[in-house]
């Protein structure tokens, strides 16, 4: 379907995009890549009068070393997450979720701020920045506020981004030299995942001393499979000394049933691709 006709800005600054978006209110929305907004359109599910494109706003684009933390703009598209040299070397994960976005064109498309603010509970990027414990900063009239992923990422399809809000970075603590690794469950290549598993690990000696796990698609938000990372502190990066916390992988979600998988499927789903994530992470497998 064409999508219903609308007005169109493309600001080159901050300022102007939250000002558009202040008099517009709730008949303004934001377009970064576009790869989940134009379907949208298409499909007529919103109707908004005016489109502010953030394609020519500079200043979210790119990735910055701030001592402890990375930071990533918004509109840093999936592509260059997957090949950015400092994301590759501090924040592995990331670089390992975003290449198993979609295809080539939606990644060189499609931003990471987008991603979060779509807030798909099948998106990748998701649980991979909860893993990370990043933070978002998000910019409005009154300044700009940071949120933790825990508290970003809200319901299906709901952030904490106010409707005359933009997410302008997301702030990622480094996780220098640790392992990662990005394992997701499709039926054919390119798909949304029916499960994947975020995991990144820190060890030495084939002992992981830190690990953060994530999980994608297995509740209306991404993730944390909190009982699994507490296991892991101190276990032994072979099969068989993950295999009792990725068993606890699933524990707390609430997967949803669909013509992919019953949400018991999902749950079997978790700890298998909980325990190759690990294992791969770690470099053992
Ligand atoms: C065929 C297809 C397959 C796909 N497969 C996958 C997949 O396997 N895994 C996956 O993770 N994703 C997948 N995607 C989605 C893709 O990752 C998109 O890039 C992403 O979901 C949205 O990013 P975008 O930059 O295109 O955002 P847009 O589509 O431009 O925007 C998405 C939403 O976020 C809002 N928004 C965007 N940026 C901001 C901001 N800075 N501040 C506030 N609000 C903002 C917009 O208003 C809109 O509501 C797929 C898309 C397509 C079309």
Do not use: C
């Amino acid at each position: 379907m064409i999508p219903a006709q609308f007005d169109y800005v493309a600001p080159s600054t901050l300022e102007e995009a939250l000002a558009a978006l202040g008099e517009h209110g709730d008949d303004a929305k934001i377009i970064a890549g576009g790869q989940s907004l134009l379907p949208v359109l298409r499909m007529r599910l919103n109707a908004p009068e005016l489109v502010i494109d953030l394609g020519r706003i500079d200043s979210l684009r790119g990735v910055r070393d701030d001592g402890d933390a990375l930071v990533i703009g918004a509109m840093t598209t999936h592509s260059d997450v997957v090949t950015d040299s400092l994301v590759r070397e501090h924040a592995l994960l990331l670089s390992k979720a975003a290449e198993e976005v979609a295809d080539n064109q939606i990644r060189h498309r499609g931003t990471f701020g987008g991603s979060v603010a779509h807030a798909d509970p099948a998106g990748d990027m998701g649980s991979a920045a909860l893993a990370m414990d990043a933070e978002f900063v998000i910019a409005g009239a009154g300044g700009t506020r940071t949120v933790p992923a825990t508290d970003f990422f809200v319901d299906l399809f709901e952030t904490a981004i106010g409707e005359d809000e933009i997410l302008t970075e997301i702030r990622v603590p480094k996780k220098t030299g640790w392992g990662a690794h990005y394992e997701k469950f499709v039926r054919v290549a390119h798909q949304w995942p029916i499960v994947a598993v975020a995991a990144t690990v820190n060890g030495s000696g084939g002992t992981i001393s830190e690990a953060r796990v994530a999980l994608t698609n297995m509740g209306s938000t991404p993730l944390r499979a909190s009982a699994t990372e507490s296991a892991l502190a101190g276990a032994s990066a072979t099969e068989d000394g993950v295999r009792a916390a990725a068993d606890a992988a699933a524990e707390g979600t609430s997967p949803p049933s669909d013509l992919n998988g019953s949400a018991e499927y999902r749950r079997h789903l978790a700890t298998v691709l909980t325990r190759r994530a690990v294992l791969k992470a770690a470099g053992a497998a």
